[in-house]
């Protein structure tokens, strides 16, 4: 119980594990880049919440995670989606709205489902996953089943009802969830600290009962230091964890949307401190040659325009799916 | 083996219905406040002894928190398990809106078919026993609205057991209405395994005059008045719905093209009403061989009131009933 400090065993990160972070980091960041350059151009049209600035955080988290354990996300989760393993062509296809989306275009990039890699739940509601991912770790738990669920969410999130009651819940039940809260220092337009009476999130945490760690979430290692140990706890019945992984929104809250209400000096701050390049040349600095970021950041350009390229091509859904998939048997036309 | 019973209550019928459930998949389990035996068997009893057969991880008191409830419910049914949360009233419900119409009636949709929410949602409320403003409306026509939801209520503790089973073993999510003013309603025992389909009306008196259409409580209401009224020589159909959503147009439809008349009735208010729904169904469907407009009875357009004869005052009533009917006759 308590706050736990910033893992400590954060040095012990192996060379492989941090290479594998980056891997999903580079996918991350080039399709978030690619959404907006697609925007710019006008060859797509929709509400994009960028990720810029909090790949490193869901890279390392889901990274920690074995293929079949469970993921909750919001509408700001195409790297959480990614990180999980969606494969990017029924990701963007989606995005697009097309027949061979994950959802058959139905959800769209705010209800993103896949169940295949553990994607279970997108939700466009603040604050509402929280709950839902207490009811995938119950599920877990009466069956057995030693699947851990993970739970993203904003620092927004935590000023919703819903937060409250699912940390509750999930400590008195000593649920298999880990609260991952990607404070990213604004919600929507409002700075943290304008929004939030706790000066630091983690601070709620003793009040559930519920173990909780702050980490730089721009951290690979630190990150990974305490998604592992958060994973290892609820896999081993000790219950759930907050983790505040401090980040930051290096873009607006949705594309095109104005930031002037950023401060500059910590926009600069931000860029300084920018996770990507960060985690890149400690891979360099470990002696990984930069042969190999390369030939996975090209490998990862190729994925995304093959991606890019199915979802431009892939048909409409046909309109008979209004009727399909709203009650398990189909509404008569 | 126990003596079988004469009669069972609603509250009895309700717990065959989760006994049976549970002793027939492992996937269902029950969740609400106070549920479990150590908390008293749920505040209307409905649970009572299942927690004692089943286990309290089966039949699991909650925190006093309904979005956690049913969040937690979804969570659980996208996997596959089949919850039963009671949510001890209905109007309770409007602090968990938010999981219920933006998450458990949507995942399917949302999700191209890729998960579902098997989950029944149990709630109590009416008029009649006192419990003032926030405990005791009918709040049925704002989730037959959703798509995606399914919407039950029982009139009897035969059908409360067998819609129940069915809307347990139902891959959508169902909120099943119980009558507080009914759980210790006696009627005839069901058969073990006994189910009704669910999105299925019953004409439950026949009649060739007028039809009236309701369900849950006035069905026992609208009953009398017809048997009073079949004593002046008026023959009234009357029609159980049981499922309010999906709606069962064909029994109503068949029903009223034979009688050429119809009269809702429910207990909810009137305005903005299942009643309107059904009205304008069969209007649409009908209208010209309609003898009279259809008419609606339903409760007064106010909070529910406190003050006995208030509340008695604010409820629909037999005499509203009947001069509905009559009406229709010309």
Partial sequence: MGLAKAASDAADVDTDTLLEIYRRTALINRTDEKFRALLMSGTLRLVYYPVRGQEVVSAAMMTALRPDDYLVTTYRGVHDQLAKGIPPKILWAEFTGKATGACKGKGGPMHITHPETGVM?????????????????????????????????????????????????????????????????????????????????????????MNAVRVDGNDASEMYAAAKAAVDRARAGGGPTLIEAM????????????????????????????????????LLDLQVPEATLAGIEQAIDGVIAEAVEFALSSPYPDIGEIRKDVLGQEIAA | MNAPLKTISFSQGINMALDEAMAADPNVFVL????????????????????????????????????????????????GMRPV?????????????????????????????LTSVP?????GTGAGVGFGGQHSDMLEAWFAHVPGMKVVTASNPADAKGLLLSAIEDDDPTLFIENVAMYAAQGAPPEAGYKVPLGKAKVVREGSDVTVITYGRPVLEVAAVAETLAG???????????????????????????????????????????????????????????????????????????????????????????????????
């Fill in chain 1, 121 to 209: 739940v997108t939700t466009g509601i603040v604050g509402s996953g929280l709950p839902i991912a207490n009811g995938l770790g119950l599920s877990s738990l009466l069956k057995g089943d030693g699947r851990v669920t993970v739970v993203c969410f904003g620092d927004g999130s935590t000023n919703i009802g819903a937060f409250h009651e699912a940390m509750n819940m999930a400590s008195i039940w000593k649920l298999p969830v880990v609260f991952l809260c990607q404070n990213n220092r604004y919600g929507e337009h409002t700075a943290f600290a304008d929004s939030t009476s706790a000066g630091r999130i983690v601070d709620r945490a003793p009040g559930y009962g």
């Fill in chain 2, 232 to 330: 002046e020589g008026v023959s009234v159909e009357v029609i159980d719905l049981r499922t309010i959503a999906p709606f069962d147009a064909e029994t109503v439809l068949n029903s009223v093209a034979k009688t050429n008349r119809a009269v809702v009735v429910h207990e909810a208010v009137k305005a903005f009403g299942v009643g309107a729904e059904v009205s304008s169904r069969i209007h649409e469907e009908l209208f010209s061989q309609l003898k009279a407009p259809v008419g609606r009875v339903g409760s007064k357009y106010s909070p529910v009131p406190f003050s006995p004869p208030l509340e008695q005052a604010w409820l629909y009533s037999r005499d509203e009933i009947a001069a509905a009917i009559r009406k229709t006759l010309g």
């Fill in chain 2, 32 to 79: 609400g406040e106070d549920v479990a035996d150590e908390q008293g068997g749920g505040v209307f009893k409905a649970t009572l002894g299942l927690s004692a057969k089943y286990g309290a991880s089966r039949v699991r008191s909650t925190p006093i928190s309904e979005q956690a409830i049913i969040g937690a419910a979804v969570g659980a049914a996208i996997t």
């Fill in chain 1, 247 to 282: 980040t930051y929104r290096m873009l607006g809250h949705v594309f095109g949307s104005n930031a002037s209400y950023v401060p500059k000096a910590l926009q600069e701050e931000a860029v300084r401190e920018d996770p990507v390049p960060r985690l890149r040349q400690k």
């Fill in chain 2, 119 to 123: 989950l029944t949602i149990r709630c």
């Fill in chain 2, 85 to 113: 949360a009671e949510i001890m009233f209905m109007n309770f419900l409007t602090v968990c809106m938010d999981q219920i119409v933006n998450h458990a009636a949507k995942l399917r949709f949302m999700s191209g078919g």
